[in-house]
């Protein structure tokens, strides 16, 4: 079964607005989980690292104050899109470690910004 | 530093065989396969370790030469639900446990 889940599956949002993306790990606790954007017909792009307890570490070209990460506990990561455009409308998933090298994505999440 | 995939895309009739090859520039640790339908998020396959160490789904088998910084998915008997791309991810970092670097993809389409 799943070992990593993702909510909301689906969201539209209006150019402006802010999102929040939630990753959980179900059984299991993840000291660190990671989020990746896929584009279409496109390979996952890691955006960053997220810790629980500090900061995310973000990628080259990632801009952190416009995708907040939080990693407030061992089971739950979130990204906020803030101030979200169209440009940023993705497939956004994130990933956890299990057993030290087993990584599991969740479902993913569609963002459509209008 | 992405892994190359090749080839970029395989067609197959039910129960014939395919191979499909990631190789990195860099020295690896791991080498990660993964399995992504349309529209849905990456399921794990296998994972490879330096050392000889592997884990994934039976019906799965793969390789990974160290020296040479490849790693081969061997598909056989291919069925309907093998379709999908296919992806190989190396280890961001020099030891397992850190991100992922995708290669491209392979696209497997197997029709009946």
């Known amino acids: 079964g799943a070992v990593v889940s993702q909510h909301p599956s689906r969201v539209i949002c209006k150019s402006g607005t802010s999102v929040k993306i939630e990753c959980r790990s179900l059984?299991?606790?993840?000291?660190?989980m990671f989020w990746y954007r896929q584009f279409p017909k496109q390979s996952l792009m890691l955006m960053a690292t997220?810790?629980?307890?500090?900061?995310?570490?973000?990628e080259q070209g990632v801009e952190k104050d416009k995708f907040l990460i939080n990693h407030a506990s061992l089971t739950l990561s979130t990204l906020t899109v803030t101030s979200a455009h169209p440009e940023d409308s993705s497939f956004y998933i994130c990933?956890?470690?299990?057993?030290?090298?087993?990584?599991?994505f969740g479902p993913g999440t569609r963002l459509t910004v209008t | 530093q992405q892994p190359v995939q090749s080839p970029q895309a395989v067609i197959l009739r039910e129960g014939e065989d395919a191979v499909i090859n990631c190789s990195s520039s860099?020295?690896?640790?791991?080498v990660h396969w993964y399995r992504q339908k349309h529209g849905e998020a990456p399921v794990f396959l296998m994972i490879?370790?330096?050392?000889?160490e592997q884990k994934g789904h039976e019906k799965i088998s793969a390789s990974f030469n160290e020296k040479k910084q490849q790693s081969s998915l061997y598909l056989t008997a291919s069925q309907l639900s093998y379709s999908g791309t296919y992806f190989c991810?190396?280890?961001?970092?020099?030891?397992?446990?850190?991100?992922?670097?995708f290669g491209k993809g392979t696209t497997l389409s197997v029709s009946s």
């Open positions: 990933s956890a470690i299990r057993d030290s090298y087993e990584q599991y």
């Open positions: 059984d299991f606790q993840a000291t660190t």
């Open positions: 997220s810790n629980e307890g500090s900061k995310a570490t973000y």
């Open positions: 860099k020295a690896l640790y791991s």
């Open positions: 490879l370790l330096k050392g000889g």
């Open positions: 991810g190396t280890d961001r970092g020099n030891q397992a446990g850190t991100a992922l670097i």
